[in-house]
């Protein structure tokens, strides 16, 4: 293998990486985001957003590897891998800590980690006397280390009504069969009564790229039906809105959870979308999969979430719009056009009677920080979610735990890391927060609650930088980027890769919408610019074996992902990742140390909001 090959990755990334648990078709409108980053479908990236940023990388990546490793010779002729990483690269993150740390965090007495468990306890307790030995000040509320963070859990039983009904008949609907629904609502009992349908076609409201389907439609008490994707996914070269969403990549808008947010924004008591396959990147089984359960935050007072939301199949929507005198693949073909009008389904009356388990438990987010010397209102954050799958049954009955050693130990220890790195080095300017999150693999819940109800003020946040799931493979030319071209941090970690020596790459995938899919995410969409690095949006081009190695080594690891085999392991080689951290901190200790404020890219459906609190940014 030579030194990264855009070529030859997107030939290696294809896929054999297996379907994972994407819950995204209903364990509640946040549940199961990061699942699913890597399926392997063909890596047809989104063009024109990367290349400069990519081309730049591998010019200069060929010398500085060349530098790095002494082999210049031996990596133009996809020989030798015998040289090794200079510590310096990854300096002052230690891999051996790391590991430590991760062994640690996959330990059997911390139980998989799971929200609300004995393991969570053990976990919290673990990370603050780790933030207290390093030396930091408590970040969490009132002057403690942790952010209690409420969750409920749902689980939908079986609906003693689901149908719709027209002006002489009725089609009853079948729960999993024709559609999958659950509720974020805490509500025991869900009943509604003859609401009507409105196809939005994608419903996408995206003032910076000229478009609203919604054209000012009136949703309240209503049962809003969407199309999964963006507008331009289906689109045939030529049409007005091809690459408008950046092609078959995902942009925030073709998620499901945006959908569900929209239609909660304007009143609707219900979203159904309309599943298909390509569209979804997933079958109609990995909707149904999580059983009609769900987390969400705890729903108190003023309920604003969703009574119903879901998803609901080809077949039966097909069906539903005939029988309304609607032709659904004509109308998908007409969501395709900026013009487009919602269709209320005429003399169609949606009604659902249902019974809900309702659970509630509480969790911890655990924030360190250390106090800014000069700016100590602006915050730079790094975050990882502690928390992982608990204990459950495998396949065969067994009581299992799943220890989540990489998926998010990793990303934990490298918190640690760079917290240590920070409190070596001379105070900051401004003050950084370093934060484990609960509930991520719950649906980003321990990140989303801090969003909504910061400890620091998010205005002035001048990033987030994310870790879920490093490598631990060893030493690398390649980390990918997840989300590439949103924001010029990104641009500033291709810049630090480079001066390591390595190149960061484009995710393998993105039209599996990884960048929708990690703790990051909560705060791109409150405005906050945004660096995620996660190790599953690609091989890694592996010192020691290259991209064949990188790509055995991922694919091992998907065989475990949120398994019992995500465990510590002695064969594990954490320079690799230990590159990815300091890649971070590098970049992370710059930005503390200065007066700047990251801009997303004009092009990015997260820059309007930032754009306005700037003025508190002076104008930034
Ligand atoms: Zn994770």
């Not at 009609?292 to 719009?321: C, H, K, R, Y």
């Not at 459950?392 to 009955?397: C, V, Y």
């Not at 010029?488 to 790459?505: K, S």
Request: aromatic share 8%; hydrophobic share 40%.
């Amino acid at each position: 293998m030579r030194t990264p090959d855009k070529a030859a990755l997107g030939v290696a990334l294809q896929p054999e990486l297996r379907p994972e648990q994407e819950a995204g078709g209903g364990a509640g409108h946040r549940a199961g985001q990061r699942s699913g980053a890597l399926r392997g479908l063909g890596a047809q990236r989104r063009t024109g957003r990367y290349v400069g940023l990519r081309s730049r990388g591998l010019a200069c990546a060929v010398s500085l590897v060349a530098l790095a490793t002494g082999l210049l010779a031996g990596a133009a002729q996809g020989v030798a891998y015998a040289a090794d990483v200079a510590p310096s690269v990854y300096a002052p993150i230690s891999p051996q800590r790391m590991s430590d740390a991760m062994k640690v965090l996959g330990s059997d007495a911390f139980e998989g980690r799971a929200p609300g468990s004995a393991g969570e306890a053990r976990t919290v307790a673990w990370l603050i006397a780790q933030y207290k030995q390093i030396g930091l000040e408590p970040g969490g509320e009132n002057g403690g280390w942790t952010q209690r963070v409420p969750l409920q859990h749902t689980r939908v039983g079986k609906a003693t009504r689901l149908q719709v009904a027209y002006a002489t008949d009725t089609l009853p609907l079948e729960q999993v069969k024709d559609v999958y629904f659950t509720t974020a609502r805490g509500a025991d009992h869900l009943e509604i009564q003859n609401a009507p349908l409105v196809f939005v076609g994608y419903g996408v409201h995206a003032p910076e790229r000229g478009w609203d389907d919604f054209k000012g439609v009136d949703l309240k008490g209503k049962i809003a039906v969407f199309l999964i994707n963006d507008p331009d996914f289906d689109a045939k070269p030529g049409e007005p809105v091809a690459g408008k969403f950046g092609g078959r990549a995902m942009t925030y808008y073709g998620r499901w959870t945006y959908k569900y947010e929209e239609a909660t924004r304007r009143g609707a008591i219900g979203a159904l979308i309309v599943h298909d396959t390509p569209g979804a990147a997933y079958g109609w089984s990995t909707v149904i999969a999580p059983g009609g359960e769900a987390f969400d935050f705890e729903q108190s007072g003023q309920n604003q979430s969703l009574l119903m939301q879901g998803w609901i199949s080809t077949p039966a929507a097909t069906q539903v719009f005939a029988k309304a005198g609607l032709d659904l693949p004509a109308l998908r073909v007409q969501a395709r056009q900026a013009s487009f009008q919602p269709v209320t389904l005429p003399h169609a009356a949606f009604s659902l009677a249902v019974p809900v388990e309702v659970t509630h438990l509480e969790s911890q987010n655990v924030l360190g920080k250390l106090t800014g010397s000069k700016r100590p209102d602006e915050t730079v954050m790094f975050g990882a979610h502690w928390d992982a799958f608990g204990m459950s049954k495998d396949a065969q009955g067994h009581e299992v735990i799943r220890h989540g050693a990489i998926d998010d130990g990793s990303g934990v220890a490298g918190v640690l890391e760079i917290a240590r790195a920070f409190k070596a080095g001379p105070k900051p300017e401004r003050t950084v927060m370093f934060a484990s999150w609960t509930a991520e693999e719950r649906g980003l819940l321990g990140s989303g609650w801090y969003a909504a109800h910061p400890l620091a003020p998010l205005e002035k946040t001048a990033a987030n930088f994310t870790m879920d799931v490093l490598q631990m493979a060893g030493p690398s030319r390649t980390a990918y980027m997840v989300g590439a071209g949103q924001d010029t941090v990104q641009d500033d970690v291709v810049a630090a890769a480079e001066r390591q020596g390595r190149v960061m790459l484009p995710e393998a995938m993105s039209e599996r919408g990884a960048f929708y899919r990690a703790d990051h995410l909560p705060f791109a969409r409150a405005g906050v610019p945004v660096v995620a690095l996660m190790d599953m949006a690609g091989y890694p081009d592996l010192l020691k074996g290259g991209v064949p190695a990188g790509r055995k080594w991922l694919q091992d690891y998907m065989v475990c992902y949120h398994q019992a085999c995500d465990a510590w392991s002695l064969d594990w080689d954490v320079r690799g990742a230990a590159e990815d951290v300091a890649l971070l901190y590098n970049v992370g200790r710059t930005l503390a140390f200065s007066q700047a404020w990251p801009q997303w890219k004009p092009g990015s459906e997260f820059a309007a909001v930032r754009a306005q609190s700037a003025a508190v940014r002076g104008g930034h």
